[in-house]
């Protein structure tokens, strides 16, 4: 086996980008591979349930996973996650609007050569 | 005969966007040639509101009040090249706006300019409040109590080609959905039928990767080190190029900086939508579960594949609420045993606030540990430990119906430079009135969208 095949536990900020937007009190979460060899890794490891957890602070309510397997990008619809919407909030980020780097902080494992900062890998 | 394709330009993403982003975009259509527009979105759920109660206090304005700013700097370029705008700026009242449009016009020197409204988002003159109240709110908001400020209704794209044919050089829009403001010149130029569905759909998605302006040109999206994008502080407004058969490609202005990218354009592509096969908007529910998404060449990708589906039976209406005071007061302790202070300051500030025999909510940050990504209970931050010495600033904000109360908790912030803890600096604390809006689907019956020039005063 070699190095970049050898499998390391890195935040999902490694492997892929996204981006919030909100309406009412639900926001959306895409999440975009950087290399389409990632996909199927993320289909697996990135279920509705996991994060719905991930989300548990925030009160998250249902969450809906939608998948576009050919650009390919995944996009979460989760409720209840502003905690009142963008007019009842008591939080400071009302929109949601930094939460797409929460959700790219959960953990997942991949081969090294996914990672774009392999250094980061934390321990599984 | 060589085949059309129109060029749209965005110069604004919302109301607080850069006054200057039109110039580059500007500059950059007048020196192409064929149809060529410029829109503005400017109009947030709530800043309707807020439009609507500037209105009540004086009936001449309720326009976008950064039309004159961000309009003013391009109004002789896109009048003598031919460039048509289209914009939401007319906020609560468009009718207001153009006329301040034409006066901008006297004043640059500008005689011959047309400007057209198109009406009939407001549904408070069609329906009443008992109406309006009875259709139960979507997307998992109560119908809010409070006093009814507003209620518009996004309006489609056919009463903008509707004013494009009128001879219209500038469009003033209310509510009416953003991606409209890109669909609306389309089906002008092309004769588009709503019939031909892919096309509406294709129309419809150009809109929806402008409307948010640099969000498709690498603003909101810049991460150092992961997504870079290049001379960052002039990033360029998008401009799409589409041609008949519904093929959209996204470049941006011209000398400026920023990055189009398959990235940008997938990130903005999802960008506030739910189910990517049925995006809902007033003319065509439009899927882009089938969308490709292809770099053509520097800060240029061509998109093609979008699906559309017949257009809902409904359309969607903000309803805008007065939704009481917002209290906020901020305060940092910095240095050795910072955060022990830090938390003993919040200790105060739940004793003082209890003191003055309140049961508002009160929510306590403390930014530094983990704060935004926090719920209201602060359970993240008390998962872990945090360094003692550091920097940590207390945020607490509260929410309810009495100006005088929201004041009274956040001067309590204020208070503890003398009466809390040591060294306790950077006070920042205020109070906001609120909107409270949701959302209703109204019968398309009730509403009637029109165009229609509008005359200046005495020139």
New interface residues.
């Given amino acids: 086996m070699s190095t970049s095949d050898r499998i390391i536990r890195v935040p999902l ?1 490694e492997v892929a ?3 919030t ?6 926001v ?1 979460i ?1 999440v ?1 591979p950087y290399q389409d060899e990632a996909w199927p890794l993320l289909l697996e490891q990135l279920t509705p349930e996991r994060v719905k957890a991930w989300f ?4 998250a ?1 249902t969450v ?1 996973r ?1 998948e ?1 397997a ?2 390919p ?1 995944m ?1 979460f ?1 989760i ?2 996650v502003l ?1 009142g ?4 909030a ?4 009302g929109h949601g ?3 797409a780097f ?1 959700l790219l902080s959960i953990p997942v494992d991949v081969p090294e050569r996914l990672a ?2 392999p250094e980061k890998a934390q321990r599984r | 005969m060589t085949a059309k394709t129109v060029h749209i330009g965005c110069g604004a993403g919302f109301a607080g966007d850069r006054w200057d982003a039109a110039v580059p975009v500007v500059a950059t259509l007048a020196s192409r040639s064929g149809p060529r527009y410029l829109m503005y979105e400017t109009l947030a ?2 800043t309707l509101a807020l439009a609507q109660q500037a209105k009540i206090e004086n009936p001449a304005v309720g326009y976008s009040p950064y039309l004159e700013r961000i309009l003013r700097p391009v109004l002789k370029t896109v009048k003598s090249h031919g460039i048509r705008v289209v914009s939401n700026f007319g906020a609560a009242n468009p009718l207001g706006g153009a006329l301040k449009i034409l006066e901008m016009a006297g004043e640059e020197g500008i005689s011959d300019l047309k400007v057209a409204v198109v009406e009939g988002d407001d549904l408070t003159t069609v329906m009443t409040e008992a109406d309006i109240r009875s259709h139960a709110p ?4 109560a119908m809010p109590e409070g006093r009814l400020v507003a209620a518009n209704v996004y309006l489609g794209a056919q009463a903008i080609a509707d004013a494009l044919a009128l001879g219209a050089d500038i469009v003033v829009v209310g509510r009416c959905a953003d991606p409209a403001l890109a669909l609306g010149p389309l089906l002008h130029e092309f004769g588009w039928s709503f019939d031909e569905l892919d096309r509406i759909a294709a129309g419809t998605m150009a809109g929806h990767l402008l409307e948010c302006g640099a969000q498709v040109t690498g603003g ?2 810049a ?1 150092p ?3 870079d994008v290049p001379d960052f502080g002039h990033v360029g407004f998008p401009i799409a190029e589409i041609d008949a058969d519904g093929t959209v490609v996204i470049g941006k202005a011209e000398d400026t900086g920023g990055l189009v990218s398959s ?1 940008t354009v ?12 049925a995006y809902l908007t007033p003319d065509v529910t439009l899927d ?6 292809e770099e053509i060449g520097p800060d240029r990708v061509r998109i093609t ?1 979008a699906r559309g589906k017949s257009k809902p039976p409904t359309l969607k209406a903000t309803i805008s609420f007065e ?1 009481g005071w ?1 209290g906020e007061g901020e305060i940092t302790y910095a240095g050795p045993n910072a955060r022990r202070r830090a938390e003993l300051a919040i200790e105060v500030l739940k004793t003082r606030v209890r003191d003055l025999g309140t049961n508002w ?3 306590f ?1 403390l930014i530094g540990t983990v ?7 602060g ?2 931050r008390r998962g872990r430990d945090w360094p003692d010495d550091g920097e940590y600033r207390v ?1 607490m ?3 309810g119906g009495d100006k005088k109360m929201a004041q009274w908790i956040a001067d309590e912030v204020l208070a503890l430079y003398c009466s809390g803890p040591a060294g306790g600096a950077g006070v920042r604390h205020r109070i906001a009135p ?6 209703i689907l109204v019968d398309r019956s009730r509403v009637k969208a029109s165009a229609r020039l509008v005359e200046g005063t005495a020139s």
């Avoid at chain 2, 609120?434 to 959302?439: D, F, K, N």
């Fill in positions: 900020h980008h996204g981006r937007g909100d309406k009412g009190n639900r959306n895409s975009i548990a602070a925030k009160g309510g809906v939608y576009l050919n650009l990008a996009n619809v409720d209840d905690q919407g963008v007019n009842g008591l939080n400071l980020d609007k930094s939460l929460h774009l900062h | 759920e709530r979507v997307e998992g908001i909101y999206f991460d080190g992961y997504k990235r997938k990130e903005q592509l999802l960008y506030e939508m739910h189910d990517p096969s882009i579960s089938g969308v490709r998404v594949g939704g917002l909510p009160l929510r940050d704060a935004t990504f926090d719920g209201d209970d359970d993240l945020r904000a509260t929410h609120q909107v409270t809006t949701a959302s």
